[in-house]
T-cell receptor
């Protein structure tokens, strides 16, 4: 299977700050999704983004498929943004998850 | 539409026992995938079922098995439980024309 690497592994922000999370994948993928896992374990869809740029409120994501990376931008962070962010790449009906970025937003 | 549901939410078993977990997908979704999440190994793909057939399988021993019913509900079974099977088990569903996976809340299994 492919390798999916996320950086940074941990991130501490002050409320109101902006951040960029990165996801690199080692081979061509059919799609790329970003998820937020809340403290109770629920994985929440953020973006389905095999290529291009999407925005949803304070969050946006960009995938450059030809260069095999995706970025998740969080602007004006809030304490409720805390949790773990995962990217997942799909290759032939199998999803491969990165190890996640653990975000802690302090008030 | 109701989301993906998983039962039970929490489970405690002892080594050597077996366990069955259940997942009900979003109405209309025919694909169900299962994942194991542990602090050491992260999120790992177990298997995917589509229209009652296993379509893909991850690298897990034969003690891990699953099935899907005609109403798309899925179960996974783990036999001869080991301490290392303690994990959060997540299932996800997706519809045929849609590439996005929607996850349930998970079943947290503890093996003592």
């Amino acid at each position: 299977g492919i390798q999916v690497e996320q950086s940074p592994p941990d991130l501490i922000l002050q409320e109101g700050a902006n951040s960029t999370l990165r996801c690199n994948f080692s081979d061509s993928v059919n799609n790329l999704q970003w998820f937020h896992q809340n403290p109770w374990g629920q994985l929440i869809n953020l973006f389905y983004i095999p290529s291009g740029t999407k925005q949803n409120g304070r969050l946006s994501a960009t995938t450059v498929a030809t260069e095999r990376y995706s970025l998740l931008y969080i602007s004006s962070s809030q304490t409720t943004d805390s949790g773990v962010y995962f990217c997942a790449a799909r290759v032939f009906n199998k999803f491969y998850f990165g190890s996640g970025t653990k975000l802690n937003v302090k008030p | 539409k109701a989301g993906v549901t998983q039962t039970p939410r929490y489970l405690i078993k002892t080594r050597g026992q077996q366990v069955t977990l259940s997942c009900s997908p979003i109405s209309g979704h025919r694909s169900v995938s299962w994942y194991q999440q542990t602090p050491g190994q992260g999120l790992q793909f177990l298997f995917e079922y589509f229209s009652e057939t296993q379509r893909n399988k991850g690298n897990f021993p034969g003690r891990f098995s699953g099935r899907q019913f005609s109403n798309s509900r899925s179960e996974m079974n783990v036999s001869t439980l080991e301490l290392g099977d303690s994990a959060l088990y997540l299932c996800a569903s997706s519809s045929p024309g849609e590439d996005t996976q929607y996850f349930g809340p998970g079943t947290r299994l503890t093996v003592l």
